[in-house]
Antibody, heavy 119, light 110 residues
Framework: EVQLVESGGDLVKPGGSLRLSCAAS????????MNWVRQAPGKGLEWVSS????????YYADSVKGRFTISRDSAKNSLYLQMSSLRAEDTAVYYC????????????WGQGTMVTVSS | QSALTQPRSVSGSPGQSVTISCTGT?????????VSWYQQHPGKAPKLMIY???QRPSGVPDRFSGSKSGYTASLTISGLQAEDEADYYC??????????FGGGTKLTVL
């Protein structure tokens, strides 16, 4: 079964750091670009970051640029999001999502992990 | 990276059709044939319903269809069913590997 499972969400103080993980299974992880998408409580979806299959291309939303770092480890079939200088507005459910090369869309999503930034 | 514009809510009765619009700019919707639509039920992860403007993934009912004209993409759901009640989000390529979502539309089946 094709599956993405996020972990690492937690309650963190403003200015703090956190690392999210996304474990992939059921498909050839190294063949797909991967993304992080977040959703603040009661709000819409916001694209956060993407990484190409070989890690050559990495992009960030302006709202997180310079504070978040996306990475992947194909040996561990895992995607990561290192978050630093966290702000209250970063509070959200963070989803990892797969993007196939053949279609420009996110075809598989994880269940999400909650990040709360509060003092 | 401004969000695409969607109506906040739409509604329809069972069996009817509804259309949800998604308006962007020449830098996103108007510049690429890469609009996708996602369905999200409360507390659940989004589900891909339409990709590349009008293509349906395997398993998505043909009641769901997509189109685009200029800077506006549309999702049409025909033969509304109770289980279609959900939030719907459009998404567009905004250059290279970046993406932008719409603000979301709540569909109510009356």
């Amino acid at each position: 079964e094709v599956q993405l499972v996020e972990s690492g969400g937690d309650l963190v103080k403003p200015g703090g750091s956190l690392r999210l993980s996304c474990a992939a299974s059921g498909f050839t992880f190294s063949s797909y670009s991967m993304n992080w998408v977040r959703q603040a409580p009661g709000k819409g979806l916001e694209w956060v970051s993407s990484i190409s299959h070989s890690s050559t291309y990495i992009y960030y939303a302006d709202s997180v640029k310079g504070r978040f770092t996306i990475s992947r480890d194909s040996a561990k079939n895992s995607l990561y999001l290192q978050m630093s200088s966290l702000r209250a507005e970063d509070t959200a459910v963070y989803y990892c999502a797969r993007r196939p090369a053949a279609i420009d869309a996110f075809d598989i999503w994880g269940q999400g992990t909650m990040v709360t930034v509060s003092s | 990276q401004s969000a695409l514009t969607q109506p906040r809510s739409v509604s329809g009765s069972p069996g009817q059709s509804v259309t949800i619009s998604c308006t962007g700019t020449s830098s996103d919707v108007g510049g690429y044939n890469s609009v996708s639509w996602y369905q999200q039920h409360p507390g659940k992860a989004p589900k891909l319903m339409i990709y590349d403007v009008s293509q349906r993934p395997s398993g998505v009912p043909d009641r769901f269809s997509g189109s685009k004209s200029g800077y506006t993409a549309s999702l049409t759901i025909s033969g509304l069913q109770a289980e279609d009640e959900a939030d719907y989000y459009c998404c567009s390529n905004a250059g290279s590997y970046t993406s932008v979502f719409g603000g979301g539309t709540k569909l109510t089946v009356l």
